[in-house]
């Protein structure tokens, strides 16, 4: 099993590239089973949920071209089975995202209960239920969720989601494009990935009103056609290295991002002093060299702070000037990061939702484990800053969700290798 070897106390300078949004390649891919007509793909980033789900295109049915940095092209033309396996579901909750489109599609879908990391309760309820709200009728036997749409496929319907859900409005969403009538999606998320997802369904022929907002009004048609998309950049992954030059007290420029998608997480580095400036699709942060001030964050649904910035910010906050709150309003198993954190000499209590951290003058190297994708970013973070050598082990979390991390950190750098047992 790989893991990341870390000597800290380097400071991050240079320039790096950021890839395609693992969060918006998913569901988009996805969609390709919508169409019948060929769909490409680019600035697909190379991880290891992308690779999960074209095999999860493939052993639907559907033929896949991959050509140079990953650009893609799915033809569902001949899919011919309507079944997501445990196998691959397991390891990738996104596998759920099938669902809507097989069943839209075809009026059947079988997909087994998703895994993904394990970070709290992630029900599909809201799925099943806008599912069912088109007419479609649900049955879960021996793990699997086993869908049918009525005779003459989905009907459009007013469905109000109790929680916002991504997941579910992404799925709800691609349902809705080929359903007959009109499908209102009320309280629906509103996150980058989404109106991603949306676009490339409305480049494919989809008719979709009240993109970015939380009302979604979704014309069905009769079929999608073929389209040629470009898949966003990663916002996750860009505040991700934006936290860990401002931890180091370094300074980096981020090339083929989108600052538009991350106000909530500048204002908050902004916050802990480090100077920010911004370009169509480039952000520049400096940190002065100087040990930033510690923040308060508290995580809630786009346009709001993203619980998937939350661990990366309280491994800055373990060091900077200050006492800062972490709350975490999302997922309930979101703090155990803390945990390894702390056997690194930071000074953080747990109660509830909430942790308090105190930030101390520095970390010290250990051996740390990974418990999910953003966990495995906040350890690493924690490496860069720390006194000492960090081994960062199960990091097959973070290879689902970053491409090629110790590379782009040593461009920057980083000292850092991958090593293996």
């Known amino acids: 099993m790989d893991k990341l070897l870390i000597r800290g106390g380097c400071p991050l300078h240079g320039e790096i590239r950021i890839s395609g949004s693992k969060n918006s390649a998913l569901p988009i891919l996805a969609a390709s089973l919508l169409s019948a007509e060929p769909i490409q793909l680019n600035n697909l980033p190379h991880l290891h949920d992308i690779t999960t789900m074209l095999d999860l295109l493939g052993c639907l049915g559907a033929e896949l071209t991959v050509g140079e940095k990953l650009t893609t092209q799915i033809d569902a033309a001949n899919v011919n089975s309507f079944t997501a396996p445990y196998d ?57 969720i086993n869908a049918r749409a009525p005779v003459g496929g989905l009907r459009g319907a007013t469905i109000f989601m109790e929680t916002v859900t991504v997941g579910g409005t992404e799925n709800l969403l691609m349902a809705a494009v080929l359903a007959k009538g009109e499908t209102v999606l009320e309280n629906a998320a509103r996150e980058p990935e989404i109106v991603d997802l949306a676009n490339c369904l409305v480049a494919m022929g989809a008719r979709i009103e009240g993109i970015g907002s939380d009302t979604l009004r979704i014309s069905g048609v009769d079929a999608l056609h073929a389209c040629d998309y470009t898949v966003m950049p990663d916002r996750i992954e860009t505040g991700t290295y934006l936290a860990a030059a401002a931890a180091t007290g370094g300074a980096i420029k981020l090339k083929q991002t989108d600052p538009r998608t991350l106000d909530a997480v500048l204002v908050k580095l902004e916050e802990c002093g480090s100077d920010i400036t911004t370009g169509d699709d480039w952000i520049e942060l400096d940190s002065k060299g100087r040990r930033q001030r510690a923040v308060s964050v508290r995580t809630a649904p786009y346009p709001g702070f993203p619980t998937d910035m939350q661990a990366q910010f309280m491994a800055l906050n373990t060091t900077a000037i200050g006492t800062a709150q972490v709350i975490e309003t999302i ?37 740390v484990m990974a418990s999910d994708l953003r966990a495995s970013a906040s350890l690493v973070i924690a490496g860069l800053m720390a006194e000492g050598e960090t081994v960062v082990d199960r990091i097959y979390h973070i290879d689902r969700g970053y491409e090629c991390i110790e590379e782009k950190l040593q461009c920057l750098g980083a000292n850092i290798r991958r090593i293996s047992d």
């Not at 799925?127 to 479609?136: D, N, Q, S, W």
């Not at 803390?338 to 051996?367: C, W, Y």
């Open 88 to 144: 691959l579901v397991k390891t990738m909750r996104a596998s759920i995202l099938v669902m809507g489109p097989l069943l839209s599609r075809f009026g059947e879908a079988q997909v087994a209960f998703p895994g993904g990391c394990a970070i709290g309760s992630r029900p599909v309820d809201i799925h099943l239920r806008g599912f069912e709200a088109m007419g479609a009728d649900i049955v879960i036997e021996d793990g699997y």
């Open 331 to 367: 997922f309930e198993n979101r703090l155990i990061q803390t945990h390894e954190m702390n056997r690194m000499g930071a000074q953080i209590s747990i109660e509830g939702n909430t942790a308090l951290v105190n930030g101390v003058e520095r970390l010290t190297g250990a051996p």
